[in-house]
Every structure is written in C-alpha cells, then in structure tokens.
C-alpha cells in the first residue's frame, strides 16, 4: 500500500471515530485495510528506526482500534489491539511524543483482567506500569480499575455498581456492567440458598436492577417462578440426592473388625 493511501484511509477513520455517534461499521471497514497496510510498511511491529511521524500515525490507528473494539463488544479484538501497541508503549516510549489514549487503554486493560478473574494478571501489569507509585494512584484512568479490584476483594458491591458512573471514559463502563453480570450471578446464588422467596422490591435493590423488567428477565433466565400478584420471586430449589447409607453392611464390617481385633489380643 502506498504511503499517500495509508495516510488518506487514516484521515477517513479519525473523521469516522470522531464522528458523534462514531460510525464503528466504517471504522472497522477501514481498520481492516490499515493493519494490512502497517504490515506492508513494516509499521505494525516496527523495528530498527523508522520515521517518528510514521511511529505516531501507526499507534493512533491501534489505539482508535483498542477504543474501537471495546465499543463493538469485542473483548478479544480489543486483547489483540493491546498487544500490538506494547510495543509503542515500551520500546518507543523514550522516542513518541505522550498519547492521551495510552492511560485510557491502559486502565481498559486492568479492568479486562478483572472480568476475566486474573486477578495475578492484574497486579502483575499493574506493577510493570512505567509510572511510580503515587503517580499511579493520582491517575484516574488507573485509580479507577485499582479501587474496582479493591471493593471486589471487599465484598462492596454496591461501591462497584456506583463506580459506572464515575467512569473516566465512557467505554470503561462496558466493563463495569460485566462485572456486574458476575457479582448478580454470585448474589442471586446466595440467595436461592438462604431465601426460599423474596418480595420482588428487595430482589431488584439486592440485585442492583433499576427497573422490574430488568429483573423479570433475570428471574426468568434462574427459572425462578414471579407471582406479580404478589409481587413475589420464589427461587427453584435443586432437589438434593439423598444417599442411602448402608447401615446393616457397616455393622457387619465393624463386627468383622472387633473378631479380628480380639484375635490379635
């Protein structure tokens, strides 16, 4: 692909990203060619020392992609796209001027772990960050995923739930609302095995839902039975196998045992 072409497709995907709302089917369409065309320009893994100007254009159109990926529910693309610009991030961090995305994709990438449950993943890339300590903690793009990772451990999942909406940016809140899809589940267990019914107010507040509907299609997918008469959800219960202990073969073989014991003595 010729340098003027790539440049051109890169001018139409910052005009379709920026678009408000951003048109993600012409962004993909064009991601696709560019990637092609930093492979062909040696550009998406570069090496040696290429043109700064080059460099620059390369990882914005990875980090418009990593942005790109979250915003089209795309978790492994986004994985990909992240992988790709470690290389802009660390071995020519000394040389490209600051991104104002890199944080932002960072901090996407710590509460990635999260959903995922790495929870050694995180504190691994979280100490690897080329920031110290305070520097860290002043970051709201890293402070953010740092303090959800904190009330998970704590159990505080109402402060999880509230943290969408002091996202930093908007596609952090993709992956609060998975994290919340995993601590309902989680709680929703919990209370089939403690409650044989709630009424369906306190199931909405304990389940973090906003609206009856919501929670209606919860109850439904748990094949819960919801008597709106009632106004009540009572939770299907498993029925527990019962084990039949063998009684009269295990007075046998303790008698065995005794005769035997005697014996010895």
């Not at 710590?110 to 960050?129: K, M």
């Not at 159990?155 to 609302?177: H, I, T």
């Not at 748990?222 to 073969?249: A, C, M």
């Amino acid at each position: 692909m010729a340098h003027n072409q790539l440049n051109a497709l890169y001018s139409d995907l910052v005009r379709a990203f920026d678009a408000r709302p951003s048109d993600l089917q012409t962004c993909g369409s064009l991601l696709s060619k560019l990637k092609i065309g930093l492979m062909e320009a040696g550009l998406l893994l570069p090496q040696g020392e290429p043109n700064l100007q080059d460099l620059v254009i390369a990882r914005d159109i990875l980090e418009i992609g990593a942005f790109w990926s979250i915003r089209t529910r795309d978790v492994p693309s986004f994985d990909r796209y992240f992988s790709q610009l470690q290389t802009f991030y660390t071995d020519f961090s000394s040389t490209l001027p600051p991104s104002k995305r890199e944080y932002p994709i960072r901090g996407l990438n710590l509460i990635r772990l999260l959903t995922q449950n790495r929870i050694a993943d995180f504190h691994s890339t979280l100490e690897s960050l080329p920031l110290p300590a305070e520097a860290v903690s002043e970051n709201p793009y890293l402070s953010h995923p740092i303090n959800l990772e904190r009330w998970l451990m704590e159990g505080s999942y109402s402060k999880v739930w509230n943290a969408r909406e002091e996202a930093p940016v908007e596609e952090y809140k993709f992956f609060v609302d998975y994290l919340m899809s995993t601590i309902r589940n989680e709680i929703a267990s919990c209370e089939e095995a403690a409650y044989e019914s709630l009424p369906l107010d306190d199931a909405k507040t304990l389940l973090f839902f906003t609206s009856q509907s919501d929670l209606l299609t919860f109850a439904q997918n748990r094949g819960w039975q919801v008597n709106l008469t009632e106004k009540t959800i009572t939770f299907s219960r498993k029925t527990e196998e019962q084990t039949e202990i063998p009684k009269d073969k295990l007075i046998a073989r303790s008698l065995a045992y005794a005769r035997e014991l005697e014996q010895i003595v």
